[in-house]
């Protein structure tokens, strides 16, 4: 038998002996033929996944995990007149979601590590459950609605229908993953040599984190998020600033005072009035705004803007 082959041998009588522990578990106020009846059931569903020249090495296995189990053959169901069948394990097993969360939580204390490892497994591969510091499957967490309801401050009492918060949190993650690459290419054409850069893919980040079995953590997206809010919060605010900055520079530039003060610094001319001059001096500094240099001058003051206050909100 290959090393392939022993390890899936072992892990079919693990699982198998795990299964057998959960019947004496959930069936200890059975009778006793009950339980064995339950106990035979569930190996000889076993014994058909194994290929014959196994079976006899995994009844061996089987017996070292599980050695209080006296008989491995079948029994019959009643004795003497035929009566009503018992439902089957399986029947048992499947009759209800409710009992079955039930069963898990009544026997998954008496699992081995072993075990436990591979029931949690078998939940992540289902998409159930979430192994980590937060456990996000299920009903949403209180603390998570807790903050919810102070940030949105519902009116009526009922508080925060999970549906309804599922729903918002689709509009938000699609609002998200949308203006991120926006944003940033936005401000890749602003300033294209600037070393302000997104750390990554906002939505590999949300995506990753929202998985079953995600490995990125709500800091993570948390960080991602601001990082976003701070290039919006820059360009907005540079955008406001801009404007008013380049209004100010160009009027004190071209203002009467500021070219007879040019003026002035130029050599005296004895034909030409001092008037003559200023026009002359306004229609000189004037020729140079071009739409070119406008937009320039517009966009080094964003640019500028926004680096400093970047730099300002990275630091705090």
């Not at 159930?128 to 603390?143: F, K, N, T, V």
């Not at 701070?230 to 008013?244: M, N, P």
């Amino acid at each position: 038998m290959s090393a392939t082959d022993n390890e899936k041998l072992r892990a079919q009588i693990t699982a198998t002996a795990n299964r057998l522990r959960m019947i004496q578990v959930d069936f200890a106020d059975e009778s006793d033929q009950t339980r064995q009846e339950y106990l035979c059931e569930v190996i000889e569903n076993a014994l058909k996944e194994i290929v014959p020249d196994e079976r006899a090495e995994f009844l061996e296995g089987l017996k070292t995990r599980f050695p209080t189990l006296a008989d491995f053959g079948a029994l019959p169901v009643s004795q003497g007149q035929e009566t009503t069948k018992r439902p089957t394990y399986g029947q048992v097993m499947s009759d209800d979601p409710a009992t079955l969360v039930q069963m898990l939580t009544k026997k998954f204390p008496v699992l081995s590590e072993e075990g436990r490892e591979s029931v949690v497994r078998g939940l992540q591969q289902g998409g159930i459950a979430i192994r980590g510091s937060q456990d996000y499957s299920g009903a949403l967490p209180e603390e998570l609605l807790d903050q919810l309801k102070a940030m949105l401050q519902p009116d009526n009492q009922a508080g925060l229908e999970p549906a309804r918060v599922a729903a918002l949190a689709a509009l938000l993650t699609d609002f998200v993953i949308k203006i991120e690459p926006l944003v940033w290419n936005t401000w890749r054409k602003l300033s294209p040599h600037s070393k302000i850069r997104p750390s990554g893919n906002i939505k590999d980040v949300m995506k990753k984190f929202a998985s079953a079995g995600g490995d990125e953590t709500q800091e993570a997206v948390g960080e991602k998020l601001k990082e976003l809010n701070q290039i919006i919060t820059a360009l907005i605010t540079a955008v406001g600033r801009a404007g008013d900055q380049f209004a100010k520079h160009h009027l004190s530039k071209l203002s009467p005072s500021e070219i007879s003060a040019l003026v002035r610094l130029e050599p005296k001319g004895v034909l030409v009035g001092h008037e003559v001059k200023c026009w002359r001096k306004y229609q000189q500094l004037a020729g140079e705004l071009t739409e070119a240099s406008i937009e320039a001058q517009i966009r080094d003051a964003v640019v500028d803007c926004v680096e400093s206050l970047m730099k300002i909100s990275r630091r705090g």
